[in-house]
């Protein structure tokens, strides 16, 4: 009943940059927070970065600096914007964004996933 679709990984030269998109879809009530996390080969799914609904934001060490989270409550979009792109950058972005939905007698919050988009950095 609710979908996230991530759109603009790719290829990318290391110094350089890439902005993703997450646009979440279906029978929302509301969004609260929302978030980027990343999976390389071999690795755990790791968070990236985070931002609530009045916009507060939380990113990993290794992002800090170079990554910045963004959201439009009106589009129930989410983007990051990747600065001096690391080769370890490289993995697949899952887009996460916890929604409030109505069930048969009561709504409920839940975690939804998109399906991801792979970044790879590299000369």
């Known amino acids: 009943q609710v979908q996230l679709v991530e759109s603009g990984g790719g290829l990318v030269q290391p110094g350089g940059s890439l902005r993703l998109s997450c646009a979440a879809s279906?029978?929302?009530?509301?969004?609260?927070?929302m978030g980027w996390y990343r999976q390389a080969p071999g690795k755990e799914r790791e968070l990236v970065a985070a931002?609530?609904?009045?916009?507060?934001?939380n990113y990993a060490d290794s992002v800090k600096g170079r990554f910045t989270i963004s959201r439009d409550n009106a589009k129930n979009t989410v983007y990051v914007q990747m600065n001096s792109l690391k080769p370890e950058d490289t993995a697949v972005y899952y887009c996460?964004?916890?929604?409030?939905?109505?069930?048969?007698?009561?709504?409920?919050?839940?975690?939804?996933w998109g399906q991801g988009t792979l970044v790879t950095v590299s000369p």
């Open positions: 996460k964004a916890n929604a409030v939905v109505a069930g048969p007698t009561y709504h409920y919050s839940m975690d939804y």
């Open positions: 931002i609530v609904s009045g916009g507060t934001t």
């Open positions: 279906g029978s929302i009530i509301s969004i609260n927070d």
